[in-house]
Structure formats: structure tokens, C-alpha cells
T-cell receptor, first 108, second 111 residues
Framework: GQSLEQPSEVTAVEGAIVQINCTYQTSGFYGLSWYQQHDGGAPTFLSYNALDGLEETGRFSSFLSRSDSYGYLLLQELQMKDSASYFCAVSGNTPLVFGKGTRLSVIA | DVKVTQSSRYLVKRTGEKVFLECVQDMDHENMFWYRQDPGLGLRLIYFSYDVKMKEKGDIPEGYSVSREKKERFSLILESASTNQTSMYLC??????????FGPGTRLLVL
């Protein structure tokens, strides 16, 4: 089967950097995705890593270590609008499997 | 832009009623999915479809069925709604790549 672990809640200060970790167990691993969901909204795609290393997209970066079955989402220069839930998801031989989500609260 | 629409944002039904949730995507995607989202449990896959008239069970198919008669439309059916099916239901589609596009969700309350 597949399972993912990520922290349930994280709080960070506006302007700071925050890292949301995700560890996974899966068979037939293809890659790790990250999605953002604001309260009352739909999840939206942020990033995808198939290979080891860091992928940067503006203020957001995502990292993958296949050997450690581990990845993280890094958010820099935090803004209040970044307050949302963030889900990691693994793709493999089955449809995407999502983690339970990390609720990020950005405080002033 | 990809657009995934769901027939209702909010729905209130009685126990035992048959409930239809409709999802339509406008990007000719082959793959469509139905999830339910509950606090603390994340997104759980109910059913998915990789082609017209094709369906596969996800992780929690009990109490649900689906229909895909046309490529753009994927319907979720609750044959006899129960209170434990009160949830947020999310539809998603993808062309086969890694990006899933989600609809706005239907918040269903079963009384």
C-alpha cells in the first residue's frame, strides 16, 4: 500500500521561511506532488518532483530524495495569503495518493 | 484554462435519498476522479475513470457508484444516502500528467 506522513499544523511569521516535510511509503514510485488548498477552495497544483533535488518556482521550492522516501515544500518570504492547507501526494502504479495535509498559519 | 465544474456547491439531502453529483471538465481529459474530503483525513479516492464507460474503485467505494457515459462528464451516485456520507466531494481530471485539476467541490449534508 501507500502512505504519507506530514505535520498536521505549522505556524510561521510573515516574511519568514517555512518547510513542510513529507515522508512516504509506496510501491512503484513515480513522483511527489504538492497541492495548496485555501479554506473553502479547491486544491491547486503547486509542484511535481520526479527526480532527486530541488525545484524552484518563485517563492516556492520543492525537494525530493527518492532514497530517503522524503520530500519537502519550502515557502519563502511568507505572505498572509499563503495561509492554507498543503498536501503532498505520491504517484505510482495507482492513482495519486494524498497525505492528510498540513495547515499553515502565517501570523503577523 | 482548464475548467472543472460541479453541479452544486451545497446540497442537503435526507437519509435514504438517491443523490447525484455531476462533474464536467472542458479540456478533453481522459482521466477523472472523485474524492471525499473530511477534516483530518485528507482526500480519499472514491472512484476513478480512465476512459468512457470505464470505472475503477478507489480506496473507499462502499455506498457509492459512478457513471461515465461521455468523456467530459463523470457522475458520482449515492444510491441511498446516509449521514456518514456528509462530506466535501471533490472531482478532478487530468490528461495523464501529474497535474490534477479540481472542481470547486460539493459540500453535502445528509440529515
Amino acid at each position: 500500500g501507500q502512505s504519507l506522513e506530514q505535520p498536521s499544523e505549522v505556524t510561521a511569521v510573515e516574511g519568514a521561511i517555512v518547510q513542510i516535510n513529507c515522508t512516504y511509503q509506496t510501491s512503484g514510485f513515480y513522483g511527489l506532488s504538492w497541492y495548496q488548498q485555501h479554506d473553502g477552495g479547491a486544491p491547486t497544483f503547486l509542484s511535481y518532483n520526479a527526480l532527486d533535488g530541488l525545484e524552484e518556482t518563485g517563492r516556492f521550492s520543492s525537494f525530493l530524495s527518492r532514497s530517503d522516501s522524503y520530500g519537502y515544500l519550502l515557502l519563502q518570504e511568507l505572505q498572509m495569503k499563503d495561509s492554507a492547507s498543503y498536501f503532498c501526494a505520491v504517484s505510482g502504479n495507482t492513482p495519486l495518493v494524498f497525505g492528510k495535509g498540513t495547515r499553515l498559519s502565517v501570523i503577523a | 484554462d482548464v475548467k472543472v465544474t460541479q453541479s452544486s456547491r451545497y446540497l442537503v439531502k435526507r437519509t435514504g435519498e438517491k443523490v447525484f453529483l455531476e462533474c464536467v471538465q472542458d479540456m478533453d481529459h481522459e482521466n477523472m476522479f472523485w474524492y471525499r474530503q473530511d477534516p483530518g483525513l485528507g482526500l480519499r479516492l472514491i472512484y476513478f475513470s480512465y476512459d468512457v464507460k470505464m470505472k475503477e474503485k478507489g480506496d473507499i467505494p462502499e455506498g457509492y457508484s459512478v457513471s461515465r457515459e461521455k468523456k467530459e462528464r463523470f457522475s458520482l451516485i449515492l444510491e441511498s444516502a446516509s449521514t456518514n456520507q456528509t462530506s466535501m466531494y471533490l472531482c478532478a481530471s487530468t490528461a495523464g500528467g501529474e497535474t490534477q485539476y479540481f472542481g470547486p467541490g460539493t459540500r453535502l449534508l445528509v440529515l
